[in-house]
């Protein structure tokens, strides 16, 4: 029902500005218009649109996004883009619905997924278990993007998709999204070079399990505290194990990630004597980071000294 109004609204909304949309778009006088999820999307159709687009960001500064469902509002800004980008499937489970309501002929809907494997949620260790908040987001782990490979495909998706819509300037696309992937290439190098010399592999993190992929790419063994949903609690069961293995193994950090409330993770580094540590899961920004010019590189970046610090690593 909730999606039947919705495409009320937008036959009565919509409608009206697609014919100048269209025309506007066809003539190549006005930028390419994308529409985005999450913060990463946002990023890498900036670096590849360049002055060519614009690009917007649906989800609202400081929101935590697996929770975040549309507005009708947000639906006219979908239908009056040229792209509309989003994560997957298991990212943005209301997607499916969304795109029942807009015009496919003058929209194109990108799936940044494509052509990425997909991990388990929770992945394959017995710290986890899938079934808690798992099936939010249907059985597979939704952050793809915290892999460096994962997002170099991502960029060349969203490449691929502007070089359809837009033609004209394909090879203007092409060519950032190649530059940029160079720049993503290095930093898959350095952390490779960082994370090979380690004290320990293992890291602990007082949140939903989002890290997985990071962790798999690099070799790394990750303990979150509940599952993959962001609106799940730990179990005592699982915390109290996870504070023995933190005391037992004498590890230093325990990590919590952004705009989640660190409650879990200050409760672990009280009962362990650990320190905090930030952890980035590139969701999305808070209104200070997004003003002052943060980026998917940049937050990487950080990303990899803090695990550096926190894995001890020379």
Same mark, same amino acid.
């Given at each position: 029902?909730?999606?039947?109004?919705?495409?009320?609204?937008?036959?009565?909304?919509?409608?009206?500005?697609?014919?100048?949309?269209?025309?506007?778009?066809?003539?190549?006088?006005?930028?390419?218009?994308? +529409?985005?999820?999450?913060?990463?999307?946002?990023?890498? #159709?900036? +670096?590849?649109?360049?002055?060519?687009?614009?690009?917007?960001?649906?989800?609202?500064?400081?929101?935590?996004?697996?929770?975040?469902?549309?507005?009708?509002?947000?639906?006219?800004?979908?239908?009056?883009?040229?792209?509309?980008?989003?994560?997957?499937?298991?990212?943005?489970?209301?997607?499916?619905?969304?795109?029942?309501?807009?015009?496919?002929?003058?929209?194109?809907?990108?799936?940044?997924?494509?052509?990425?494997?997909?991990?388990?949620?929770?992945?394959?260790?017995?710290?986890?278990?899938?079934?808690?908040?798992?099936?939010?987001?249907?059985?597979?782990?939704?952050?793809?993007?915290?892999?460096?490979?994962?997002?170099?495909?991502?960029?060349?998706?969203?490449?691929? #998709?502007?070089?359809?819509?837009?033609?004209?300037? #394909?090879?203007?696309?092409?060519?950032?999204?190649?530059?940029?992937?160079?720049?993503?290439?290095?930093?898959?190098?350095?952390?490779?070079?960082?994370?090979?010399?380690?004290?320990?592999?293992?890291?602990?993190?007082?949140?939903?399990?989002?890290?997985?992929?990071?962790?798999?790419?690099?070799?790394?063994?990750?303990?979150?505290?509940?599952?993959?949903?962001?609106?799940?609690?730990?179990?005592?069961?699982?915390?109290?194990?996870?504070?023995?293995?933190?005391?037992?193994?004498?590890?230093?950090?325990?990590?919590?990630?952004?705009?989640?409330?660190?409650?879990?993770?200050?409760?672990?580094?009280?009962?362990?004597?650990?320190?905090?540590?930030?952890?980035?899961?590139?969701?999305?920004?808070?209104?200070?980071?997004?003003?002052?010019?943060?980026?998917?590189?940049?937050?990487?970046?950080?990303?990899?000294?803090?695990?550096?610090?926190?894995?001890?690593?020379?």
């Amino acid at each position: 029902m909730k999606y039947l109004r919705w495409c009320v609204v937008l036959l009565f909304l919509i409608l009206p500005l697609g014919a100048c949309t269209q025309k506007e778009q066809a003539s190549g006088k006005g930028k390419v218009q994308i +529409v985005t999820t999450l913060f990463p999307l946002y990023d890498f #159709a900036r +670096v590849v649109g360049g002055d060519r687009v614009e690009v917007s960001l649906i989800i609202p500064p400081g929101v935590e996004p697996h929770s975040f469902e549309p507005k009708p509002e947000d639906m006219v800004r979908i239908n009056r883009a040229g792209l509309f980008v989003y994560t997957n499937p298991y990212m943005e489970p209301w997607v499916a619905g969304l795109i029942k309501g807009i015009d496919r002929k003058r929209l194109t809907v990108v799936d940044a997924s494509t052509g990425i494997a997909f991990l388990p949620a929770g992945d394959h260790d017995d710290d986890h278990d899938v079934n808690e908040g798992g099936h939010h987001h249907g059985g597979m782990d939704p952050h793809v993007w915290l892999s460096i490979p994962n997002a170099r495909k991502m960029v060349d998706t969203i490449a691929a #998709a502007l070089e359809a819509k837009d033609p004209t300037n #394909a090879d203007f696309y092409r060519k950032n999204a190649a530059a940029y992937g160079d720049k993503l290439a290095e930093l898959d190098r350095k952390f490779q070079a960082g994370l090979s010399s380690c004290g320990t592999r293992r890291f602990f993190h007082g949140g939903h399990y989002a890290f997985g992929y990071l962790a798999d790419r690099y070799g790394l063994q990750y303990v979150s505290a509940y599952a993959i949903s962001a609106d799940a609690e730990p179990r005592p069961q699982k915390l109290t194990a996870m504070i023995d293995q933190i005391r037992s193994t004498g590890t230093k950090y325990i990590f919590y990630e952004e705009l989640i409330s660190p409650r879990v993770a200050e409760t672990i580094a009280r009962e362990t004597g650990a320190t905090l540590l930030k952890l980035n899961g590139i969701h999305n920004l808070s209104r200070d980071e997004l003003h002052g010019g943060a980026t998917y590189l940049s937050l990487m970046e950080q990303n990899l000294a803090n695990l550096r610090m926190g894995l001890q690593c020379r």
